[in-house]
């Protein structure tokens, strides 16, 4: 149990179009994802939080406005990144929990490539 | 503000030999602690988790970390390496109850040779 994934699993776009990452839930209802980034052979730094049909809360030093968030459903949320550009290059991970538990389940993670 | 530091960010032994990854954190209260693996290009695996309840907590693969909140440490730790076990490994803090914003350490990645 606990599954989350993640699609695409990989993307390349063209420098100033918007990307879209899907996390799922698969077998749980996720009252609350996480997504993070991931520079090569860094750590994950947490972006931002959010609550399923709240807005998410956005960590210090993160453009709420080029990294979009929706949690509309117990089991989806989307990670829209506009008007993309080669640092946004990364690899972007989800997390989700579900209420009640501390223990979150990760995604497989969405290596995306600005060109 | 919480944090974990862990030392080394690479650690090389034999197959066979005693893995030993090194976290402490910094916390005003006993926190939740947690150990990851990472494979490349892939998402994280939870190891074992810390929850204030025994000590010494065991975890999947072989692996068991000891808190001593008197060191402030969460070592982890597997007495005998796999080579399956070359990989990224993270060590994560959060406050107690379902708050639950991990604050992750920078990472060791643990090589294993023959």
């Known amino acids: 149990g606990a599954v989350v994934s993640q699609h695409p699993s990989w993307v390349i776009c063209k420098s100033g179009t918007s990307v879209k990452i899907e996390c799922r839930s698969l077998d749980f209802q996720a009252t609350t994802m996480f997504w993070y980034r991931q520079f090569p052979k860094q750590s994950l730094m947490l972006m931002a939080t959010?609550?399923?049909?709240?807005?998410?809360?956005?960590e210090q030093g993160v453009e709420k406005d080029k990294f979009l968030i929706n949690h509309a459903s117990l089991t989806l949320s989307t990670l829209t990144v506009t008007s993309a550009h080669p640092e946004d290059s990364s690899f972007y991970i989800c997390?989700?929990?579900?209420?009640?538990?501390?223990?979150?389940?990760f995604g497989p993670g969405t290596r995306l490539t600005v060109t | 503000a919480q944090s974990v530091t862990q030392l080394g960010s690479h650690v090389s032994v034999s197959e066979g030999a005693l893995v030993l990854l090194r976290c402490n954190y910094s916390s005003s209260v006993p926190p939740y602690l947690f150990w990851y693996v990472q494979y490349p290009n892939q998402g994280l695996q939870l190891l074992l988790k810390?929850?204030?309840?025994?000590?010494l907590v065991k975890g999947i693969n072989g692996f068991e970390a000891e808190f001593k909140k008197s060191e402030t440490s969460f070592h982890l730790t597997k007495p005998s390496a796999h080579m399956s076990d070359a990989a990224e490994y993270f060590c994560a803090v959060s406050d107690v109850g379902t708050a639950s914003k991990l604050t992750f350490g920078t990472g060791t990645r643990l090589q294993v040779t023959l």
């Open positions: 997390s989700a929990k579900a209420s009640g538990s501390y223990e979150q389940y």
């Open positions: 959010s609550n399923e049909g709240s807005k998410a809360t956005y």
């Open positions: 810390y929850t204030s309840a025994a000590t």
